[in-house]
């Protein structure tokens, strides 16, 4: 009886993510791709908040990477007023920044572009890295049965909407749609721990259909007792918007337009929001920034008259920051 009690505790420990996986100390780096578009100039609806979302992620996660000593290495796709470009931009935890690169690519281009990013990556990331994948923009409504595939597929580009013929056939249009199967095929060749953040419509997508449901947790938490622990590498941590059926949502309650969703998400990261539209980097309530400490701060940020954010279920927890050292 003592032995099935210490069992049970062990599985409810697990299945409520209590057990962390540790952070990996100061040699490891983060690697951050983000991909933003606001589709003036296309036949798909512009979008207000994107590009604030994106600077506004990629300052946060920055200044937390330099509080915490660590070297953060940023690639930034973007599509604005019709012109595209990709920045890179790194940070030497030592020095500070050390170099800052800015091209323009085609305006058909952006998936090739995003593709070669992440390939690239898979040869800079070491095991101990954190590689962050963050993604502002239109999510693709295909669920139409056969072409559930695209269901949440990132739209990268201009969409042509014929009036015979369905659009998702068209072979521009595929050259500027990403699917979630194609991004996470993709990505699971870097290696490290990946965090996948889709701010998008029908962005739940890319998670299993049960990825999202308790049942059966406790089970797979008893099995894990027995097999070698999970600390993270190699493996996906996700953290979406909205449901696979649903519209994720922006408005201007912080004085500039963003993401509903982002919003939430740069707050628990310690990002202030301030009167009229003045805002900027600061650093979270608690020293220990986790992934399930960013899915509960958005889960309690009160957007479920709009959408509904998911994220994957992970036996073991994710450390992002670890600044309990400054």
């Known amino acids: 009886m003592r032995k099935l009690f210490i069992l049970l505790s062990a599985a409810l420990?697990?299945?409520s993510c209590e057990l962390a996986s540790p952070a990996p100390g100061g040699g490891r780096s983060i690697h951050f791709i983000s991909t933003a578009l606001d589709y003036e100039g296309t036949s798909v609806n512009t979008l207000e908040g994107t590009l604030a979302d994106q600077q506004a992620m990629r300052m946060q996660l920055m200044h937390l990477a330099a509080s915490e000593g660590l070297d953060f290495w940023s690639t930034s796709i973007t599509g604005q007023d019709g012109e595209y470009f990709v920045r890179r931009e790194?940070?030497?935890?030592?020095?500070?920044?050390k170099n800052i690169d800015s091209r323009s690519i085609g305006r058909d281009s952006v998936k090739s572009t995003l593709l070669a990013e992440i390939a690239a990556s898979s040869t800079s990331v070491a095991e101990d890295d954190l590689f962050i994948f963050y993604y502002a923009g239109h999510g693709a409504d295909s669920t139409e049965e056969g072409k559930t595939s695209l269901n949440g597929a990132l739209v990268l580009g201009d969409i042509d909407f014929p009036a015979l013929g369905d659009w998702r056939e068209q072979p521009g249009n595929l050259r500027n749609l990403l699917g979630v199967g194609e991004l996470k095929e993709a990505i699971?060749?870097?290696k490290g721990r990946k965090l996948v953040i889709l701010d998008s419509c029908y962005s739940g997508s890319i998670l299993p259909d049960d990825s999202h449901s308790r049942s059966g947790e406790v089970l797979e938490a008893i099995r894990?007792?027995?097999s070698q622990p999970d600390r993270g590498t190699g493996g996906f941590y996700f953290l979406c918007a909205a449901r696979e059926d649903e519209l994720s949502y922006e408005d201007g309650a912080q004085g500039r337009t963003h993401g509903k969703f982002s919003a939430a998400l740069l707050e628990a990261l310690g990002y202030v929001f301030m009167a009229d539209g003045v805002e900027g980097v600061g650093l979270p309530s608690?020293?220990?920034?986790?992934?399930?400490?960013?899915?509960?701060?958005?889960?309690?940020?009160g957007l479920e008259q709009?959408?509904?954010?998911?994220?994957?279920?992970?036996?073991?927890?994710l450390v992002l920051f670890d600044l309990s050292g400054r």
Do not use: Y
């Open 188 to 190: 699971s060749a870097v």
């Open 286 to 301: 608690r020293p220990l920034v986790t992934f399930s400490s960013l899915c509960e701060a958005v889960k309690g940020a």
């Open 224 to 226: 894990g007792l027995f």
């Open 13 to 15: 420990l697990l299945a």
């Open 306 to 317: 709009w959408q509904h954010p998911v994220a994957s279920q992970n036996l073991v927890d």
């Open 90 to 97: 790194d940070w030497d935890a030592g020095r500070g920044v």
